[in-house]
C-alpha cells in the first residue's frame, strides 16, 4: 500500500509541507509517499527524499472537471493507497480521494468537506497556525494545539553539487566566485514585493563593496519585467527571471552564498536548501512563514498597519516595505559574505 499526498499549489507551502512527509515515513517507513502536483510545482517534490512518485496533475486551475477528476481516481485507485492527505483546502482536491476509495482521507475542513474528508482537522482563522504547524498537524489524530515550527522537522531539500556546476555554468555563472542572488517578485501580490530602487541599490553596494561577488536575479517570466528594471538601474546585475526552469533555480540557490528575498516560494527553497538568508517582510508576518536556515534573518518593521495581509497596499503608502532600506538589508548580507 501506498501514501498520497495532494499538493498545494503555492511553491512554498509545498516546501513548507515536507515536514508533513518527514513524520509520515517516521510513522510507516516502508510505505512509499507519492505525490499529486501541479507541473510548476513538481520540481520542489522531485527534490525531496521522501518522495517515491510525483504525479503531474492534468486538471486546470480553476476548473472542477469532474469527468478528468474521476477518470483519474480510477487510474489512482489502481495504484492502491492506503490513506491521502489534502493540502489544498477546496472542495475539487477533496474529491479525488474520494472518488479513488482511499479508505483513510486526511486534511482541514476548508470549503465544507465533510464526507469526502474522514479524518477532519481544524484551524483557527483568526489564530492561524504557522504553516510547517499547519501542514505537519495533518500527521497525528486531529486536535486543538499543534507543535511549533521550533518542535518540527525543519523543510530539507537535495540538490547535488554536479546539478550545480551544470546549471551555473549554461547561464554564465562561475562556481568559484561568491554568489548573492535576489528574488524580487512575490506571486501573491505587489504589497509583498520590496521596492526596485532598493533593491537596485543594494545591488550597487554590493558592487562597489564586494566586486569579486556575483549578482543574479531569479523568479519567473512574470518577474522579468521588474527584473529588466533593476537591471537598467543597476548594470551587470544578471537578469535570471524566466531563463531558468524551477529545476534549475534550486540548483542555483544550492550554489548560493547569501540569497535577499520576499516572502515567496523562493525564499522557502532556499530555507529548505539551508543558504544563508535575508528575508524581506512587510505584508505577512514573518513568524508565520519563517526562513529555517542556520543562517537567516528577517527585517520586519511591523509598523501599526502590519501584517495586513493584503495584496496591494490597502492605505496606497506600502511603508512597511518601502521604509526597509537598503542599508538596513546590505549589514546582515555583508555579514553572511564576510563569515567563514
Not at 183 to 195: H, L, M
Not at 315 to 321: A, D, K, T
Amino acid at each position: 500500500m501506498r501514501t498520497l499526498v495532494i499538493s498545494p499549489n503555492w511553491i512554498g507551502d509545498a516546501v513548507m509541507a515536507q515536514p508533513l512527509l518527514r513524520l509520515l515515513k517516521e510513522k510507516n517507513p516502508h510505505r512509499p509517499i507519492d505525490v499529486l502536483a501541479p507541473k510548476w510545482v513538481a520540481p520542489v517534490w522531485r527534490a525531496m527524499a521522501e518522495v517515491d512518485t510525483v504525479l503531474e496533475a492534468p486538471f486546470r486551475h480553476g476548473a472542477l472537471q469532474w469527468r478528468e477528476r474521476r477518470e483519474y481516481a480510477r487510474m489512482l485507485r489502481e495504484r492502491g493507497y492506503a490513506d491521502a492527505y489534502v493540502l489544498p483546502n477546496t472542495l475539487k482536491f477533496a474529491l479525488i480521494p474520494w472518488l479513488a476509495r482511499i479508505p483513510k482521507r486526511v486534511g482541514y475542513k476548508g470549503e465544507m468537506r465533510y464526507g469526502l474528508l474522514n479524518v477532519l482537522h481544524h484551524d483557527n482563522r483568526d489564530a492561524p497556525r504557522p504553516m510547517v504547524s499547519f501542514y505537519a498537524a495533518l500527521a497525528d489524530a486531529p486536535r486543538a494545539d499543534v507543535p511549533p515550527p521550533s518542535a518540527l522537522p525543519r523543510p530539507a531539500l537535495q540538490v547535488s553539487v554536479e546539478r550545480m556546476q551544470q546549471v551555473l555554468s549554461r547561464v554564465g555563472l562561475r562556481m568559484d566566485r561568491p554568489l548573492v542572488l535576489f528574488a524580487p517578485g512575490a506571486e501573491f501580490g505587489s504589497a509583498k514585493r520590496w521596492p526596485v530602487s532598493h533593491f537596485a541599490e543594494l545591488a550597487r553596494i554590493v558592487t562597489s563593496k564586494r566586486p569579486e561577488v556575483q549578482i543574479a536575479l531569479m523568479g519567473s517570466g512574470k518577474d522579468k519585467e521588474v527584473c529588466d528594471e533593476i537591471v537598467a538601474l543597476a548594470p551587470g546585475v544578471l537578469n535570471l527571471a524566466g531563463v531558468t526552469a524551477l529545476d534549475e533555480a534550486v540548483a542555483l540557490i544550492g550554489r548560493a552564498d547569501v540569497m535577499v528575498s520576499n516572502d515567496s516560494g523562493l525564499l522557502h527553497i532556499a530555507s529548505a536548501l539551508n543558504r544563508p538568508i535575508v528575508a524581506v517582510y512587510g505584508p505577512t508576518d514573518p513568524n508565520h512563514a519563517p526562513p529555517f536556515s542556520d543562517i537567516a534573518q528577517s527585517l520586519f518593521l511591523g509598523i501599526e498597519c502590519a501584517p495586513c495581509r493584503q495584496r496591494e497596499c490597502p492605505l496606497g503608502h506600502h511603508r512597511c516595505m518601502r521604509d526597509i532600506s537598503a542599508d538596513m538589508v546590505w549589514q546582515p548580507v555583508n555579514a553572511m559574505l564576510t563569515a567563514p
